[in-house]
């Protein structure tokens, strides 16, 4: 049986935080374990731009990203772990596909339309500061992971559009220039139900747009301040709480086992007072994250050994990539001569 080939892609946009901890990185780490599949996992730098113009910013981010998914276990003997710029034939592939892709597949994007949507709204012309990246960046994304022949994507509901597309992409490719020996592999989107959307300080998805996220490798104390400032009731302790709608009983789920779980539920539901229940929670959390945190900090200390690490990835990436390319450049006519 051969192994499935499952791709994930992180932008580099921002500081790694709780909520992407739980709901992407520790199960995509769990998952790359698997000797069933065949892992690829990159830094989507050139999806960056999309959405943030600090140069600082995003080479910020590119290190604080790769330090926490290499603090926190990946294994780069068995996954392939590489930056999404390095990888020159992504770019080559995205202008192949851009030519087979219909507007109006891209006037259907999510993005574009929430965006247009946004400016009429405001009384502005529809595509007002909507930049090109923006209107074709699933064409970017069907680069991604059509390059490296994916079979599984794994995404949040709000993403599953966009396997949808590279598909579709896929799909017109393979019917115009590879219609005896079909060239790309038609992905699928893998959703796990199981996965917590965890809340933020004010209620809210935990999301760095809405600005209440908290950071995943923050230093004991300062971890605690962060999750003193979670938004509860005036319930005062003695006073029964409901955990199914608390933000710090969620929280406590995602890092606990179900003995504790149940041991929280209760203390709930006996009144346990808001700081204690926090001040558990920042326990709980800092136990365990702690050695990952003591090997994230020594890892931004050593930048130049996480480039190394990027550039054996990039290496790997490109065993694939380079004849992946040189067959689709084939399939439209450009090639070399005589």
């Known amino acids: 049986m051969s192994k499935q080939r499952v791709l994930t892609g992180i932008t580099t946009t921002g500081t790694p935080h709780l909520g992407n901890y739980v709901g992407a990185i520790r199960p995509a780490i769990e998952a790359s374990r698997d000797t069933n599949n065949e892992s ?39 996954a392939v772990f ?56 699933p064409v970017l994304m069907a680069a991604d992971i059509l390059m490296f022949g ?59 747009s809405y600005g209440n996220t908290i950071p995943l490798f923050l230093p004991e104390k300062k971890l605690q301040k962060h999750i003193n400032k979670i938004k509860t009731n005036l319930l005062e302790p003695g006073e029964a709480k409901d955990p199914d709608t608390s933000t710090v009983f969620q929280l406590w789920k995602a890092f606990a086992n179900e003995q504790q779980t149940a041991e929280m539920r209760q203390a709930f ?47 790997k990436a490109r065993a694939v990539s380079v004849p992946m390319l040189a067959e689709a450049r084939k399939a439209v006519g450009i090639y070399g001569l005589g």
């Open 40 to 78: 690829f996992y990159f830094l989507a730098d050139f999806h960056a731009l999309i959405k943030c113009q600090d140069p600082a910013a995003v080479h910020q981010s590119t290190t604080e990203i790769a330090a926490t998914w290499l603090a926190l276990g990946l294994d780069t003997d068995n």
């Open 82 to 137: 590489y930056r999404q710029s390095d990888i020159p034939e992504i770019p080559q592939l995205t202008w192949l596909l851009s030519c087979v892709c219909s507007k109006g597949l891209m006037n259907r994007a999510h993005a574009y339309k929430g965006a247009v949507d946004a400016n009429i709204a405001e009384g502005e012309d529809a595509d007002k500061a909507i930049t090109m990246g923006l209107f074709s960046y």
């Open 150 to 208: 994916a079979h599984q994507v794994p995404v949040g509901k709000d993403q599953i559009q966009h396997v949808e597309m590279a598909r579709d992409m896929a799909q017109r490719f393979n019917h115009i220039y590879c219609k005896k020996t079909p060239l790309m592999t038609l992905p699928n989107y893998q959703v796990d139900d199981n996965v917590a959307v965890l809340q933020g300080l004010d209620g809210r998805k935990m999301s760095k």
């Open 269 to 315: 539901a006996d009144g346990i007072g808001w700081g204690d229940a926090k001040k558990q929670l920042c326990a709980l959390v800092n136990e365990e994250i702690a050695e990952a945190r003591e090997r994230y900090e020594d890892l931004m200390s050593r930048p130049a050994d996480i480039e190394a690490i990027l550039q054996q990835g990039a290496e």
